[in-house]
């Protein structure tokens, strides 16, 4: 017969053992000695995945096609102490994606650890509307230069043999969110769609190498780029345009900080990420729920219309 009280004793000291085996926490968000990549790292979202990347002790390389933006975030990373090298490279470029991992490798004598594929460009437009110019730039950027610039990366933690993280950039125009009562991103819908199917695949292929493969889907967020597209577009199509952008954006949750999406993708690049294959996670305020703005009890106090008088 099972003697109950042994078989729980046994269960308790496996349990502690587990718990003394655990990696401790300041280990795990400790990147010295990793080499990173962020594309788009200079601004935006790209620019606080690097802050954080640098933060935790990573060697970062942040690329972009602007040069004067470059040296401005390589200068205010410098000023922080952190190690981060600017590459001036076009995502759209299959040339340019492997320029920026050689790069990287000649910079900090290592390859890669890290990659982060956050240069994304977008702008809406009615579906009718497209051009193939509009079309192909979205595309270009947004998911063929996420996947050379991964595969570039790859090879380079494959040569090196001691695994890697890659965390790809979607949105959650995957799922087929964009401008409430507009639509108008198709091609930013399509571009989205495809990194989170990406993602899968690639996912699926690396993890025999130790790679883990993990994507983060953010929704709206304060940034120059998106100012600039969404001034681009009230051209195009006018005031009774922008009217709807202010009167419905307003029901849309944005990240004024794009820090808070940085946060998570930091976490996958991390050892907390090491059972994770092929995930996609959203970043988005909880834009798909209807969140109550007031406090609706009948049993608490402070609530509306208040406790009940029973």
């Not at 017969?1 to 078989?7: K, P």
């Not at 990793?34 to 788009?40: E, L």
């Not at 001036?88 to 990659?115: L, R």
């Not at 460009?121 to 009718?128: E, L, Q």
């Amino acid at each position: 017969m099972v003697d109950i009280c042994e078989l729980m004793a046994n269960i308790d000291t496996m349990a502690q053992k587990l718990a003394d085996d655990v990696k401790p926490l300041d280990k795990i968000f400790d990147l010295t000695g990793k080499t990173a990549i962020v594309t788009g790292g200079c601004t935006g979202l790209g620019f606080a995945i690097a802050n954080r990347l640098g933060e935790a002790g990573a060697n970062v390389v942040i690329a972009s096609r602007n040069a004067d933006h470059g040296k401005a975030a390589e200068d205010y990373f410098a000023a922080k102490g952190y190690k981060v090298a600017y590459c001036q490279a076009d995502v759209t470029k299959v040339d340019d994606c492997y320029a920026i991992t050689d790069f990287a490798e000649k910079t900090y004598s290592k390859g890669v650890d890290i990659v982060v594929p956050a240069a994304a460009t977008w702008g809406p437009r009615a579906f009718v509307d497209m051009k193939e110019e509009e079309y192909d730039e979205i595309l270009d950027t947004d998911l063929k230069g996420e996947y050379f610039t991964i595969q570039a990366a790859a090879r380079s933690m494959i040569k090196q043999g001691t695994g890697g993280k890659v965390v790809s950039i979607a949105s959650v125009a995957f799922r087929g969110d964009d401008m409430i009562k507009l639509a108008m991103m198709t091609n930013y819908n399509t571009a989205k769609g495809g990194v989170v199917s990406m993602t899968r695949g690639i996912a699926k292929e690396l993890k025999q190498y130790g790679i883990n493969v993990n994507c983060v889907a953010p929704g709206g967020m304060m940034s120059a780029g998106a100012m600039k597209n969404s001034a681009v577009s009230a051209q195009l199509y006018g005031e009774a345009w922008t009217e709807i952008v202010h009167q419905y954006g307003r029901e849309t949750p944005v990240a004024v900080n794009p820090d808070e999406v940085a946060l998570v993708v930091l976490c996958l690049c991390t050892d907390v990420a090491s059972f994770m294959y092929g995930q996609t996670v959203p970043v988005d305020g909880g834009c798909q729920f209807s969140f109550p703005d007031k406090p609706w009890s009948y049993t608490m106090e402070g609530g509306i219309p208040g406790p009940s008088a029973e």
